[in-house]
């Protein structure tokens, strides 16, 4: 077992920071239950750090010590490892784009996955399941503002809409006002009014 715990030690730290590791990845050096085993003592000596189910990352080492990864190099590795889209969620998309002054306290990401809570280090992090037409375009700027417009809902949606179109550079407002169709109808509205007059 010290052998394998040396080897995925050495495989990891070949990987670049902020990469993730699963036992499916390193079949190759043993067989499942003896992965599974090495990596829980890994996680449990801190030489790994768990970031979802199966899924972990290397604890980064600096000269002020060891520190488990950011947040947001934890989501990416999730959802690479899971194939699942994970995006910011819709309040922090509305900061981004300057439609609101509300800072998101907690950490909630919107994902195609199914909802579940995630550690990073001592910090929690929300994974929201949400309908796919609020991941439509994912990490593009259009995607943030569909988020963002999502959040805002039905009432806010055409005001916002008059500040996005200003902010998002042209191709990026074309690419929102393309993907409508597969908005719900009142956003689809929205989008066809600021687009069109």
């Known amino acids: ?17 902020g990469t993730a590791l699963s036992a499916k990845s390193l079949l190759h050096l043993g067989n499942r239950a003896a ?17 979802g189910r199966g899924v972990y990352m290397k604890a980064i080492k600096s000269r002020f010590g060891s ?9 990416e590795a999730v959802a690479h490892q899971r194939g699942e889209i994970i995006v910011s969620n819709g309040a922090a998309a509305a900061n981004s784009l300057g439609l609101t002054t509300q800072v ?39 995607g943030v503002a569909v988020r963002a417009l999502a959040w805002l809902g039905p009432e806010r949606a055409e005001e916002a809409l008059t500040s996005i179109k200003r902010k998002l550079p042209p191709e990026a407002f074309n690419e929102l006002v393309a993907a409508a169709p597969q908005f719900p109808t009142w956003l689809a509205r929205s989008v066809g009014k600021a687009a069109h007059g």
């Open 1 to 17: 077992m010290q052998r394998l715990t040396s080897q995925i030690l050495a495989y990891a730290a070949q990987l670049s920071e």
């Open 35 to 51: 992965v599974d085993q090495a990596l829980s003592r890994l996680h449990g000596r801190g030489e790994l750090i768990r970031v």
């Open 67 to 75: 520190r488990p990864p950011t947040v947001e190099q934890a989501v």
């Open 104 to 142: 998101p306290v907690r950490s909630i990401y919107l994902t195609s996955g199914r909802s579940r809570m995630m550690s990073v280090g001592s910090q929690k992090v929300e994974l929201k399941h949400v309908p796919r037409w609020q991941l439509s375009l994912a990490t593009r700027p259009a």
